[in-house]
Every structure is written in structure tokens, then in C-alpha cells.
């Protein structure tokens, strides 16, 4: 499938002569979201604005939809919407003259009925006549946003597009994004809330220091990186593993109360758990509760992280 954002060989060089990006590669296909992570000042906003057209690269290449960012600057730029962090718009004008100019900024001739759709979709319609200063952080977030998709653009860019919110905002927004993919537009987030690519993403890039350290699905990243572990609450504590366990990947607790099984989350241990069970009815070690826990993309993400600082 053809990638609808192909980066290749992206360098950014600031002139403090810090290295924000080295040599980035990176494809997003159409149609998906595509969550990007990172710590702080791993370069996630200087990427998207590269590929915006707000940040000159050094060197390397991007095209938006087959459209060199540089060379066809226009024609890659109509096709990309940007929903930033921050407002940065006129606070007296109304929401509905935010939006319309917005559009116009692009070349793009008035379509009230666009607007008009873009307004009711994001529960702002009743608000189009008031001033942006007037509204809530939660409705100037949607202002954003509608702004975005003025112009109808095929590839969204939210920047942390939840940061702050409250949950009711950020499950709307959620629902937006995915209605939104549903019509075929191509979604690239940066987030802090790794739940929030956990929930929302088919794929995910991981950004550190300037390098891609990993692109993947994220099931399969989920199945390939992630754990399960069993926790075994004892009736007695032990002062050891029993000896007879030792070819399982059990470990006793530091207070010795609980056996704790991990394995990767590929094949689950579904079939040692078993023989751990029945091994310890055997051995005559009684247990009070059991419980599962599957690592989170977060635990994931930070054992990444970790490993490459
Ligand atoms: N104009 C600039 N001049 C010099 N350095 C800059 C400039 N803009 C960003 N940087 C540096 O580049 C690095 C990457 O910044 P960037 O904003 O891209 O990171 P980020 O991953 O978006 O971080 P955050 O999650 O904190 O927003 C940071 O160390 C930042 O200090």
C-alpha cells in the first residue's frame, strides 16, 4: 500500500547546533492512526512541524501525499490539517469567522455546508457566534480542531490533543478521531497519555532523542514486547522456591506470601501455568487468590526508553 506521509532521511539541526532529529525514516499508511511517543524533547514536535511546513528541515525528504514539502509546498500543505498545541487566533472573532477564514488560508472557496458540518460535529454549532475568548479551554480545544478541517484535509496532525482535557472532552475526542478515520482521513498523534495509544492507535512509532526506535502494530508490539504475569498469594509464606519449581520462571515475593509467575506475552504461559498449579498441588502449597496482570503499552514504552538512555 502506498504510504500517505513518507519521511525519509529527516536531520534537523537547530541553530543552537542541537540535533533534534538524525536521519529519520518513517511511512504512515493511509487511512490509519498512527500514534507517535516519546519522552519530552525527543523531537515529536519539531517532526510534525517539519512535515507541516513550520520547521525547515536540514536535510532529507518528505512527501504528503506524493507531494514533496519543499518543492510543491502548497499542494502537500492542502492536504494536511494541524491541530496544535496551543491557540493561536484572534480571541474577538467568532468561532464560525475562525473557522471560514481558516479554510480560506488554503486557497479554498467558502463552503458554508463544510463548516457548518465541521461545527455540529464537534458540539460547537451553538457557539458559532461567540467570540473565541468567551469559551471554556475544553470548546477553544474544539475550535482547534475545527480550524483543522476547514479545508478538508486528508492527513490530520494532533499534537497532544488531549493534554489537560477533562475525560468527558477526551472520549469525545476520541470518538471524533475515529469517525473521522471512518470517512478515510489519516490520523498522526503525539501523546503523553500512553492510554490514549493504547485506545486509540493501529500503529505505533516511538521517538528518542532524535531516532525511531521502533515502529510496529500495536497488537502485535503488545504481544511481541509485552508480559503476563501471575501473582500467587500463599496461605504460608515460603522462605524459598521450591526446588521442584526451579525449571519455571517462578519467583517468590520479598516477603515470601507470593509466588510470581511471568512469562512473555507470545504464548500467554497458559500451558506452564497449569503445570505450576498442579505441581503446587502436589507439592501441598495452598493458595488463597491468584491474580493476572498483562503489561501495559506504558511498561513497554518505558523499558524502551529505558534501554536505549
Ligand atoms: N527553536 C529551537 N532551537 C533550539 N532547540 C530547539 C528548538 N525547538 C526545539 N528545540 C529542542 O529540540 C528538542 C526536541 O524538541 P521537540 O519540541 O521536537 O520535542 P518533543 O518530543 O515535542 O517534546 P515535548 O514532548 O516536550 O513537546 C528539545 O530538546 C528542544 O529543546
Redesign the pocket.
Known sequence: MQSIVSVSGLSKV???G?H?LKAVDLEIRRGEIFALL??????????IGIICGLVQPTSGKVLADGHDIISDYRAARSKIGLVPQELSTDMFETVWNTVSFSRGLFGKSPAPAHIERVLRDLSLWDKKDNKIATLSGGMKRRVLIAKALSHEPDILFLD?PTAGVDVELRRDMWELMRRLRETGVTIIL?T?YIEEAEEMADRIGV?NK?EIILVDDKVSLLNKLGKAQLTIELKTPLAQVPPELSDLPVELSADGAALVYTTNGQDGGQGNIAELLRRLGALGVDFKNLETRRSSLEDIFIDLVRARS
Open positions: 537547530y541553530a543552537s542541537f533534534a516519546g519522552p519530552n524533547g525527543a523531537g515529536k514536535t519539531t517532526l497532544e503525539t503523553h521517538i532524535g
